[in-house]
């Protein structure tokens, strides 16, 4: 393992001293993406607060993040101003050495989709089969819009893969030659193109998760079923 993902909010705003407590040796080795925005009581956009937050997370895990988020900036409702001068502040944070990068994450994209910021170095959203064609399109419209460097996804077994919609149909479908794959790899494999991303985040606690997930990558993603599913849902969505 060699990147992780946190956020400032996690473990009720501890997530980073807590980091720092159970591996803080081997940090610096590791490639560590974190996210600003939730504060106690309340979601801000505000550049100064940003910025403090920033500096917050670089004192708590002792070493410079490699790419802060905004977390969920859709929370705040924000008009294209407001939106633009927080990503801007953590544009500033990049350039003053907090942190290697800066980018944002959005857990539903759609109240984005109009509005413009710089162009940020990662773009995180939710991926896989679970995803709505909704949120789907408004993800592919800000990749379009915004022209980030990486796109990152997150979530894609929208829980766990003891969740009863698991039970009901076999993601291997999805994938070349699956049929030896899990249902969890192929549900892992097929997030990477729901929509197209770069990387796929995920958590556990168990480390044979972890090595399935990782013995995904023998599979391929079958383009044309993905075409067709995605065809298929925008079918079925309601009328606007």
């Known amino acids: 393992m060699t990147r992780i993902d946190t956020s400032s909010n996690y473990l009720h705003h501890r997530s980073h001293e807590v980091l720092k407590a159970v591996i803080g040796p081997l940090l610096p080795g590791l490639s560590v993406s974190t996210k600003v925005g939730y504060f106690p009581g309340e979601h801000s956009l505000d550049p100064a607060r940003l910025r403090a937050g920033t500096e917050r997370a670089v004192r708590a895990l002792g070493r410079e993040p490699d790419t802060v988020l905004l977390h969920n900036p859709e929370h705040s409702r924000p008009d294209g101003d407001s939106l633009r001068r927080a990503c801007e502040a953590l544009g500033e944070a990049a350039r003053a050495g907090l942190c290697r990068g800066w ?25 896989g089969l679970l995803v ?109």
């Not at 980018?103 to 991926?127: C, E, F, K, Q, T």
């Not at 915004?146 to 796109?151: H, L, T, Y």
């Not at 013995?215 to 009328?239: K, M, S």
């Open 103 to 127: 980018g944002v994450s959005s857990w539903d994209p759609r109240p984005l989709a109009h509005l413009d910021i710089p162009r940020p170095d990662v773009l995180m959203i939710r991926s």
């Open 132 to 240: 709505g064609a909704d949120v789907l399109e408004a993800a592919d419209g800000l990749v379009t819009r915004w022209r980030p460097s990486q796109v990152w996804g997150m979530s894609p077994f929208g829980g766990g893969m003891n969740d009863t919609v698991w039970a009901r149909f076999d993601p291997k479908v999805f994938l070349r030659r699956g049929a030896s794959a899990t249902k969890a790899q192929a549900a892992f494999r097929s997030a990477f193109a729901l929509p197209p991303t770069d990387a796929v985040a995920v958590g556990t606690d168990d480390t044979r998760h972890l090595r399935e997930l990782l013995d995904a990558f023998a599979y391929e993603t079958d383009e044309r079923a993905v075409g067709e599913y995605r065809r298929l849902l925008r079918q079925r969505r309601p009328p606007a």
